[in-house]
């Protein structure tokens, strides 16, 4: 091989190398971008999480109110039945004992 052969496969050579260091460089150049952009839509992802978590907690707290409203419901029913026995009694003071048994019947 001459000298100008051997330069002219050494250039060919080295033009084939260039190419794929500038094609390896755009890959990682893509990869670069592409992960810098997920890690975007993930930090958006997960502010979009948190706000959805703060947005639902009233649905979490929906099981206290519920025992909370059932509490105070059973107080009201107790409050009721006493007021209804002492309407009873008030109404006929003769029959206060029986004011239990009194209060679903009516006078003749």
Excluded: C, F
Excluded at 8 to 25: D, H, R, Y
Excluded at 74 to 102: F, H, M, R, T, Y
């Amino acid at each position: 091989m001459s000298d100008a052969g051997l330069w002219s496969a050494w250039g060919l050579w080295m033009a084939v190398a260039g190419v794929i260091v500038l094609v390896a460089a755009g890959l990682l150049i893509t990869i670069w971008l592409t992960a810098r952009s997920i890690l975007a839509h993930a930090g958006r992802a997960l502010a979009a999480a948190e706000a959805i978590r703060e947005n639902t907690q009233p649905i979490w707290a929906l099981q206290t109110t519920n025992e909370v409203a059932a509490g105070l419901l059973a107080s009201v029913e107790g409050i009721e039945a006493k007021a209804s026995a002492l309407v009873v009694a008030l109404a006929d003071p003769a029959n206060a004992g029986q004011a239990a048994g009194a209060a679903g019947r009516t006078r003749p």
